[in-house]
C-alpha cells in the first residue's frame, strides 16, 4: 500500500526559504515520476514542479527560478527547495506521481506553507 508524507512546510517571511520533502513508501519511486503540487484557498490544485526517473525537471512558469525540485531514489524520498517565497506561494503542498494517481494514499495530508510578514 502506498503512503505519500509531506512535511517542511511553515511560516516565513515574503524572501525566505522552505525546503519540503516527501516520503514514500509502497516501490513507486522507480516506477513513476514524481512531483509537487499545491492548493490555494479557493483555488484548485495546481502542478508546481515535476521530476522524471533520469532527473530531468520541469516547472510552472510562476516557481521557475525560484523552486528546484530534486529526488533521492534510495531514500524514497523528493524535496523541493524553495527560495524568495512570495506571499502568492501560500498554499498546502503536496507530492504525488507524474502524472498524479487518485488511489488511496496517493494524496497525504500536504505540508502548509504560509509566506507572510
Known amino acids: 500500500q502506498v503512503q505519500l508524507v509531506e512535511s517542511g512546510g511553515g511560516l516565513v517571511q515574503p524572501g525566505g526559504s522552505l525546503r519540503l520533502s516527501c516520503v514514500a513508501s509502497?516501490?513507486?519511486?522507480?516506477?513513476?515520476?514524481m512531483g509537487w503540487y499545491r492548493q490555494a484557498p479557493g483555488k484548485q490544485r495546481e502542478a508546481v514542479a515535476g521530476?522524471?526517473?533520469?532527473?530531468?525537471?520541469h516547472y510552472v512558469d510562476s516557481v521557475k527560478g525560484r523552486f528546484t525540485i530534486s529526488r533521492d531514489n534510495a531514500k524514497n524520498t523528493v524535496y523541493l527547495q524553495m527560495n524568495s517565497l512570495k506571499p502568492e506561494d501560500t498554499a498546502v503542498y503536496y507530492c504525488?506521481?507524474?502524472?498524479?494517481?487518485?488511489?488511496?494514499?496517493?494524496w497525504g495530508q500536504g505540508t502548509q506553507v504560509t509566506v507572510s510578514s
Open positions: 521530476i522524471t526517473n533520469d532527473g530531468s525537471t
Open positions: 509502497g516501490n513507486i519511486f522507480s516506477i513513476y515520476g
Open positions: 504525488n506521481t507524474v502524472p498524479p494517481i487518485y488511489s488511496q494514499g496517493y
